[in-house]
C-alpha cells in the first residue's frame, strides 16, 4: 500500500509542481504586491484595497458584474436544466443534435452577428420598425445576457444529461409505483440525483459568466455603455496605465470573493456525491 502511494505521488508530481509554480506562487506575489507601493518596494498596508474601493469606475464594473453573474448564471442553470428533461425524456430529439452548434461558432463571428441583429440600423429594428440603440443604452445589458445564454445552454444541456444519465430508472419505476406524478419525480427523485452534478456546473457557470468580458467588448467596445461596464474592463484599463498596485489589490478581492461564493458548494464526506452540501 505504501508502495502505491508512492507512486501516486510520483505522478502527481508534475501537475503540483505546475500548479505551484504557475498559479500558486504568482498568486502570493500578486497578494503581496497589493500591500506594497507603486514601485513595489515598500509596504503601504490597506491603501492600495481603499484605493480600489473608492474607484468609481471599479465600484461600477464590481456591481454590473455582480448584476450579470446574479441573472445570467441562474437563468442558464434552470434553462438548461429544463431542456435537459426534455431531451431525456423524449419529448424532444431534435435538440440533441443541434445543442452544441452555438459552442461551434467563435466568439467573434458570433458577437458580429449579434451586432447585425441588434445595431441600431439592424434587422431587429428594421423588422419592428424602431430606432433602438439596443448596443449604447441599458438595453444592451439583456442583449449580453441573451448572446451568454444562446452559447452556453447548449453546454449545460449536456451536463444535466450526464447527470440525468446516473440516475438509477429503478427510482423512477418506484416512484411511479407510488404514485408519484411527474412533478413528484423531478421533486424527489431527478434534483437530489442531480445534486452532485449542481456543485460542478454552478461553479463552471459563474466561470463563464466572468468571462463574457469578450462578448462586451466585442459588442460595445472599449467603453461600452454603464450597464455592461464589467470589472475586465478596468483590468484592461490599469494594465495599460501600469497599475500594478490596484490590479493586485482589486484581484485579491474577487479571489475572496469568489471563494465565498463556491464555498456552500465544497464536498464533504470524503468526496462522496451525495454527500454535497447546499
Wanted: proline share 4%.
Amino acid at each position: 500500500m505504501k508502495g502505491q502511494n508512492r507512486s501516486y505521488v510520483v505522478f502527481l508530481l508534475p501537475s503540483l509542481l505546475g500548479v505551484s509554480v504557475f498559479v500558486l506562487l504568482p498568486f502570493l506575489d500578486v497578494v503581496r504586491r497589493s500591500f506594497m507601493d507603486v514601485s513595489g518596494d515598500e509596504f503601504c498596508g490597506l491603501k492600495n484595497y481603499q484605493r480600489v474601493f473608492s474607484n468609481q469606475a471599479f465600484c461600477l464594473a464590481l456591481g454590473n458584474t455582480g448584476k450579470f453573474l446574479a441573472v445570467s448564471v441562474p437563468l442558464l442553470l434552470l434553462l438548461s436544466l429544463a431542456l435537459a428533461n426534455l431531451v431525456y425524456f423524449g419529448v424532444t430529439k431534435f435538440y440533441r443534435n443541434v445543442c452544441l452548434l452555438p459552442m461551434a461558432i467563435p466568439v467573434a463571428s458570433l458577437a458580429f452577428v449579434w451586432k447585425m441583429i441588434f445595431h441600431r440600423y439592424g434587422l431587429l429594428n428594421s423588422f419592428l420598425g424602431l430606432s433602438t440603440d439596443w448596443l449604447n443604452s441599458s438595453h444592451a445589458f439583456g442583449v449580453l445576457t441573451a448572446s451568454f445564454l444562446w452559447k452556453n445552454t447548449g453546454y449545460y444541456t449536456v451536463l444535466w444529461l450526464t447527470g440525468l444519465e446516473q440516475i438509477p430508472g429503478s427510482l423512477y419505476e418506484a416512484a411511479a409505483l407510488d404514485g408519484a406524478g411527474v412533478f413528484a419525480k423531478f421533486w424527489y427523485v431527478t434534483l437530489p440525483g442531480l445534486r452532485p452534478m449542481a456543485s460542478a456546473a454552478f461553479i463552471l457557470a459563474l466561470i463563464g459568466a466572468f468571462k463574457t468580458f469578450r462578448e462586451a467588448w466585442l459588442l460595445a467596445g472599449e467603453y461600452p455603455d454603464t450597464s455592461i461596464y464589467m470589472i475586465q474592463h478596468v483590468f484592461h484599463h490599469w494594465f495599460r496605465d501600469m497599475s500594478m498596485e490596484k490590479m493586485s489589490a482589486s484581484a485579491v478581492v474577487l479571489v475572496c470573493i469568489f471563494a465565498v461564493m463556491v464555498y456552500p458548494f465544497r464536498k464533504k464526506g470524503g468526496g462522496n456525491p451525495d454527500t454535497v452540501q447546499f
